[in-house]
Structures are given as C-alpha cells and as structure tokens.
C-alpha cells in the first residue's frame, strides 16, 4: 500500500481533501479510520474498501464538522478566531503512517506566513474602528505582528506554540495618529501586511465583516445609501380546531455602498456577495445579516463604488 497524494497542512475543507492510495491488494478490504477535532484524534469515521488495487478518500466532509466560524471581540491584544480550523488525518490499517494535518474553513489556501486575505495592502480607516489580518499558525511555529502608528512603534504582540489556529493582532486606530501599519514577522522574515490611511465616518456608517474565501474574516466600513425598509408578508390559515391565525414576517432590508475604490479593492469587496456569512459590527458584538443581492457590476471606469442590499437574518413573526 503506498499513499501517491494527500492533503496539505492549511487547506481549505470547502475544497477536497484526498488521500489517494495505491498497490493495493484487490481481494483484501484496506480499512480507513478518520480522525479529526480539536487534536485531531477523535475517530470521527471508518472506511473500509475492497475489490480494487487503487482508491481515493476525501476526509472534508468530515472535517466541516469541527468548523464554524464566529466573530467575536477580542479580549487580548491577539485576536483569536474559535472554530475555524480543525486537525485531522486519514489513517491506514496496515500502510504508511500519515501526519496530523491542520484544516480552514475556506475553499482557497495561502503559503505559510501569509494573511488568510485577498484584500489589498491598503485600506481606510477610522478612529476607534477595529480591523484584523489574520493568519494561520501551524504546530511548532510562532509569529509575531508589530504595529506602527506615524512610522513609531506603537505595539509588538506575538503568539508562540502551542497556540496553533487562526490568530491577527488586535488593531485599532489611535485618537492620536494620522497613519499605520503592520507587520508580520514569521521565522525571522518581517512583511508589510496592512497600510492604513484615517478618513472621517459619517452617521450613515456601517462597518461590515465576513467569512472569506480562505477561512477568515475580512472587515469594510460601508455606507448606508438610504433609510432602512421594512418588507412585509402577510398570510391568514386555519388550525386545526377552526381557529383562525393571522401571521406577519417582516423583514429589514438596508442598501450598502462602498467608498470610491480602486479595481482591486472592489474586486476583493465583491466577495461579500458570495460570503456565506456575513456581520454587522456593533459596540457590544456582531449581528448576523444575509446578503440578498445576487450579482454586483465592478464598473470599467475606477474609482467607482460597489453597491448591494442586506437584509437582517432574524425576522419578526406576529401570530
């Protein structure tokens, strides 16, 4: 039994995570143990195949179990993101032994080291508003983030072994600074992840975060474009006993817009369409709404805007 592919440490379980093994004895059953949670260690399933010399095994359905990706304030100066990736392996009764891998709940991958984004270097920011860039932290690594406000050092934070996970510095923007940045510092070699440039918020603010392509969550503060309103369906059914209920579900519905942005950065602000999940930053936490428009225009000519519509998730049922 010899195994020709498997996954790799830090891809995505939206995607296929394969073993295929080969050299296989047709007239005997290869019997497969899953493993998978927190350490990955819990027997989550078991395979068994036969009549054939060579097979795959995809574990990501498997893994999905273990993910679900929650935003939440953070209490230190790391921002640690719970439930959003898991461990895991495939093991094989009588073949190779096969490593504990570490898995996000993306669909895309990046290189160690790099940001879980495809957000471009710079953004906006204003005073007080939180942000992060996050990065997964494989077993036995460290990093360390250093943040700069008016080119001086403002803060350095590092997160060591065996605190592997998903993790970004804790940043907000100063009363006192006009600029920032951040950098990375991963096995010696420091990278410029973030430049930010202050611009004033306005009363129709509304700062946004969502679950990206690469199992993270990317921040933007949008623009209302107008007052909220208030969809409503109305229906009259009759139980069982002949009473009459009257039922009422009203929905929220907020248009959205961004600043005038580049194409990269309307590109990247796009993916809020398709994001499975997507927040409202509040000062007490985050409120979960859904996107309902299906399809946005990245205009030819730039700067230019991205608009489209959310609506809140809880809907208010009168009986």
Request: aromatic share 10%; hydrophobic share 35%.
């Amino acid at each position: 039994m010899n195994i020709i592919s498997a996954p790799q440490n830090g891809q995505g379980a939206y995607g296929d995570l394969i073993y295929e093994i080969a050299g296989n004895d047709p007239l005997q059953a290869i019997e497969t143990i899953i493993a998978g949670g927190p350490e990955g260690t819990d027997i989550v399933a078991i395979k068994s195949f036969a009549g054939q010399s060579q097979y795959e095994v995809n574990i990501a359905p498997y893994m999905r179990r273990h993910l679900n990706v929650e935003p939440c304030l953070p209490s230190a100066n790391i921002y640690s993101l719970p439930n959003s990736c898991t461990k895991g392996r495939g093991v094989f009764i009588g073949g190779p032994v096969t490593d504990t891998l570490i898995f996000t709940a993306g669909v895309l991958s990046k290189p160690e080291g790099k940001p879980l984004t495809g957000a471009p270097l710079k953004h906006k920011i204003g005073y007080g508003e939180m942000d992060a860039v996050f990065h997964l932290l494989r077993p036995g690594n460290s990093i360390s983030f250093e943040i700069y406000v008016d080119d001086s050092r403002y803060a350095i934070y590092s997160v060591n072994s065996p605190s592997d996970g998903i993790h970004s510095p804790k940043i907000v923007m100063p009363e006192f600074g006009t600029k920032m940045y951040v950098r990375s510092i991963t096995r010696g070699v420091a990278e410029k992840i973030r430049e930010y440039t202050v611009v004033p918020r306005g009363p129709r603010a509304i700062r946004l975060c969502w679950l990206n392509p690469y199992g993270a969550l990317d921040f933007y503060t949008f623009e209302r474009t107008d007052g909220s309103h208030v969809a409503a369906s109305k229906s009259r059914a009759y139980t069982i006993g002949g009473h009459e209920v009257y039922e009422s579900t009203a929905e929220v519905l907020t248009g959205m817009q961004s600043d005038h942005e580049d194409a990269d950065t309307l590109n990247w602000l796009a993916q809020i369409i398709n994001s499975p999940r997507v927040w409202v930053c509040e000062s007490d936490g985050f409120r979960r709404v859904d996107v309902v428009t299906d399809r946005v225009a990245i205009p030819v000519t730039v700067p230019a805007r991205l608009e489209f519509t959310i609506r809140d998730v809880k809907r208010s049922i009168f009986r």
